[in-house]
């Protein structure tokens, strides 16, 4: 675009123009009553106005630098789109290794349960075992006393069976020789 030849700008300028007077290259084309004339040579002009300021070179140069700023953006996002997908990639890493870490916590929890479950039950049994071995030393215990309260029982009811048939039998003359008896074993033994 910064070389076109004079009679491509013409051309390409004045052609809708050109297409409404007769001959463009007829000598009364170029007077400057003919309005198509006027209005090619001001386009013309603006054109050259804009080339001697260099205003295609400036308009590059802006489209250049908007070219690299999106370029820089673009190479910008890229960069911050890989250091997402690094950091994704390691917060998925650190999500697999926490759920294995809650799974492994979890089958611990559920070991120490059945663990817990059984020390539980053989605490059971054995606290069973030990009431009802408390339970049959009650048991026995009390057999024990039952027995020893029907002896004593029957103790005192043979003394005072036998004190009876004694008292009945004896004399006072028996009764005066067995306290002579026993006040003379008493006095050996105690000497």
Known sequence: MKKLSFASLF???????LAATANPFSPSYYSFTNTDFVV?????????ILLYFKVPGLIGGMLDDRAATIRAELDEAKTLR?????????????QAEVQAQADRIVASAKEEAAAAAEQAKADITASVARRVAAAEEQIAAAEAAAVKEVRDQAIVVAIGAA??????????????SLIDDAIATVGEKLH
């Open 11 to 17: 051309i390409l300028a004045g052609g809708p123009a």
């Open 40 to 48: 090619a040579l001001g386009l013309l002009i603006f054109i050259g």
């Open 82 to 94: 890989d250091e997402a997908q690094a950091l994704l990639t390691s917060y998925e890493r650190k």
């Open 163 to 176: 004190q009876d048939m004694i008292a009945s039998q004896m004399t006072a003359k028996d009764g005066n």
